[in-house]
Nanobody, 119 residues
Framework: QVHLVESGGGLVQVGGSLRLSCAAS????????MGWYRQAPGNQRELVAV???????DYVDFVKGRFTISRDNAKNTVFLQMNSLKPEDTAVYYC?????????????WGQGTQVTVSS
C-alpha cells in the first residue's frame, strides 16, 4: 500500500506561481510513474504531467512551458512547479503513483489540494 499526501495549494493571482508537493509513504520501493492530475467543478479528472522513475517527463499541451514536474526519489516526493497561472488552472490537483508488482499495476491517489487562480 502507498499513501500520498499533497501540499502547496492555495489562492494565487493570475500570472502567479505555486509549487505543489506530494510525499509518498508505505511500500514505495515499487513506485514507477508519478504524476499530477486535476479536476475542475463539473469536469472529469485530467492528466497534467507525469514523470517516470527514470526522470522522463510528459505534459499535456495546456501546461507546456508553464508547469514543471520533478521528483526526489530519495525522499519519495514529486513536485509540480506552476508558473504563469491562469484562471482555467483552478481545480483540485491530485497526486498519482503507480506501482508494478509481479506484472500487475497498482494505482494510488492523494486526497487532493485546491488551487484557485483569481483574475
Amino acid at each position: 500500500q502507498v499513501h500520498l499526501v499533497e501540499s502547496g495549494g492555495g489562492l494565487v493571482q493570475v500570472g502567479g506561481s505555486l509549487r505543489l508537493s506530494c510525499a509518498a509513504s508505505g511500500n514505495t520501493l515499487k513506485i514507477s510513474d508519478m504524476g499530477w492530475y486535476r479536476q475542475a467543478p463539473g469536469n472529469q479528472r485530467e492528466l497534467v504531467a507525469v514523470i517516470t522513475d527514470g526522470g522522463f517527463t510528459d505534459y499535456v499541451d495546456f501546461v507546456k512551458g508553464r508547469f514543471t514536474i520533478s521528483r526526489d526519489n530519495a525522499k519519495n516526493t514529486v513536485f509540480l512547479q506552476m508558473n504563469s497561472l491562469k484562471p482555467e488552472d483552478t481545480a483540485v490537483y491530485y497526486c498519482n503513483a503507480k506501482s508494478r508488482i509481479l506484472g500487475s499495476i497498482y494505482e494510488y491517489w492523494g486526497q487532493g489540494t485546491q488551487v484557485t487562480v483569481s483574475s
